[in-house]
């Protein structure tokens, strides 16, 4: 169902963010110092960009790729929004390199926001595959897709601080547990 099952080894964290660039800058923090200890990471990570970029870059870990899922659309409004083809191959890249991760692997989401929540697709089957392969994972989530969130961890997420010391406590935990 639209449900995660609960099981007693998943480790699910996220925090919620309500400044533009906050959630990118935190993960980005996270993975640099995770990286620098030797931490296998995955995932999608969001790369901080000024507004009048119109451009989303997230780089595809573990090999870096950068690519962008953004879309401009031109016109009176300027207005960007999300490429749901690019997102959903991202995602399915990401999902074919967990089948392979070893255990001990974090994975980092870009984030559970709007296009989850509408959609039903986007980063939920990375978290899903993340959580099902027994890797931890940990998720930025807006302030206004919280509920939602909530709703679709079913009691199985832990809400961190946003603060560089709290997702690292997390992931040195929740990787401890796996090894």
């Known amino acids: 169902g639209n449900h995660l099952a609960w099981d007693q080894t998943m480790r699910l964290g996220y925090f919620t963010y309500s400044q533009r660039g906050e959630a990118e800058r935190l993960m980005l923090e996270l993975a640099t110092a995770l990286d620098a200890q030797g931490t296998a990471l ?6 901080p960009s000024p507004p009048e970029d119109r451009t989303k870059i997230v780089r595809l870990l573990p090999r870096d790729e950068r690519i962008n899922i ?24 990401t999902v074919r390199a967990i089948a392979e991760a070893r255990s001990g692997t974090l994975v980092m989401v870009n984030k559970f926001g709007k296009h989850e929540i509408e959609e039903g697709g986007g980063t939920r089957s990375l978290i899903w595959a ?8 940990l998720v930025p989530v807006p302030e206004d897709a919280r509920a939602s969130f909530e709703e679709f961890a079913d009691g199985l997420a832990e809400a961190l601080e946003p603060s ?10 929740a990787l401890a547990e796996c090894s």
């Open 42 to 47: 995955l995932g999608i990570l969001a790369e």
């Open 70 to 93: 953004w879309q401009y659309l031109g016109g009176e409004t300027e207005s960007c929004r999300l490429n749901p083809e690019a997102l959903e191959n991202a995602v399915e890249s």
């Open 130 to 137: 993340a959580l099902e392969a027994g890797l931890p994972a």
């Open 164 to 173: 560089p010391d709290a997702l690292m406590g997390f992931a040195q935990s």
